[in-house]
C-alpha cells in the first residue's frame, strides 16, 4: 500500500502520495494536530491517503487550505512535519 511521504524543499513542506504532490509553504502553517474527531469538522479539507484502513489522522491547518493525512502511524507523521517545518 502507497504511504504518505514527507520532505521539505526550500521553505515548502512536501507531501507526496501516489502520483500527486502538494507544496505547503511552512509560513502559512497555523497548526498541525491529530483529528480524532471521525467525521471531519471541515468538509472542504483535502484528503491524502487512504481513508480506509487507516484510522488516524493529521491535520494541518494553515492560511489557506486545511490537509487530513490518512496513516496508521501519527505519532510519527506528526513530529517529522514538525521537525521538517523547524528545520
Known sequence: MPRVKLSKISNNLVID???SQIQIPVVE???VSFD?????K???A???G???GNTERIV???TQSTY???TSNEDSIKEKIRFLMNH
Open 29 to 31: 502553517v497555523i497548526d
Open 42 to 44: 471541515d468538509k472542504t
Open 36 to 40: 480524532d474527531v471521525y467525521a471531519d
Open 60 to 62: 494541518i491547518e494553515t
Open 17 to 19: 502520495w501516489q502520483l
Open 68 to 70: 487530513i493525512l490518512f
Open 46 to 48: 483535502i484528503r491524502i
Open 50 to 52: 487512504f481513508p480506509y
